[in-house]
């Protein structure tokens, strides 16, 4: 298994709160990403990172940030949590962008914003 | 607009019998296509991959068709165990670099 841990695993906060989710890996991979997974859609890019300091925004990045200060670390913040950011979200990395390269994912963490 | 479906949400098969998952996809880019297994509380693990270039790729019981022309790949499971109770995402990528788009997810129930 890919060295990825996430935390925390499960979050309860309050609709205006910021929250931070933290992905670390051990494998030295240069891409990392965060996904969220709803019901009825699947997983859906955030956000992704492609080295230290360089990141691009994904399908779903509204209400979102990201940073990147160390090749093994990639933090999620919501500036401001709404209810509708209550879903599961995962982390990826990758050694390469190319097409062809497969994301391995973290265990996922479970956030709840009332 | 969900550019991968997998229009099957739930799937229930005999131990022992074939598995068979669908995937679709509307972006003729895509170029690569995977298959994710996820249990409960975990995240997701890759199977399988194909690229464009194949129709078929195999690993051991499982087996991934791709039929370009249908815009169309299927997992298949044989023989089907317990342990492959699980949720499946297809997932595909094209020339625009390592972002991957993941159908909505097939729940499989081997009964034992």
């Known amino acids: 298994d890919a060295g990825i841990t996430q935390s925390p695993r499960h979050k309860v906060t309050e609709t205006g709160t910021p929250v931070t989710l933290r992905c670390h890996q051990t494998?030295?991979?240069?891409?990392m990403y965060w996904y969220r997974q709803d019901p009825g859609h699947g997983l859906r890019l955030i956000h992704y990172?492609?080295?230290?300091?360089?990141?691009d925004k994904g399908e779903v990045s509204d209400g979102y940030s990201v940073s990147r200060s160390k090749t093994e670390d990639f933090l999620l913040t919501l500036e401001s949590a709404t209810s509708s950011q209550t879903s599961v979200y995962f982390c990826?990395?990758?050694?390469?962008?190319?097409?062809?390269?497969?994301?391995?994912f973290g265990p996922g963490t479970r956030l709840l914003v009332l | 607009d969900q550019q991968v479906k997998q229009n099957s949400p739930s799937l229930s098969v005999q131990e022992g019998r074939i598995s068979i998952l669908n995937c679709d996809y509307t972006n003729s880019m895509f170029d690569y296509f995977l298959w994710y297994k996820k249990y409960p509380a975990e995240g997701p693990t890759f199977l399988i991959s194909?690229?464009?270039?194949?129709d078929k790729n195999e690993d051991g019981r499982f087996t991934v068709f791709l039929n370009k022309s249908a815009k169309h790949l299927s997992l298949h499971i044989v023989p089907s165990q317990p342990g492959d109770s699980a949720v499946y995402f297809c997932?595909?990528?094209?020339?625009?670099?390592?972002?991957?788009?993941f159908g909505t997810g097939t729940s499989l129930t081997v009964i034992p």
């Open positions: 990172s492609y080295g230290v300091k360089d990141t």
């Open positions: 997932a595909a990528s094209g020339n625009t670099g390592n972002q991957f788009y």
């Open positions: 194909i690229s464009s270039i194949k």
């Open positions: 990826a990395i990758s050694f390469s962008r190319l097409s062809q390269e497969t994301q391995y």
């Open positions: 494998e030295n991979h240069r891409y």
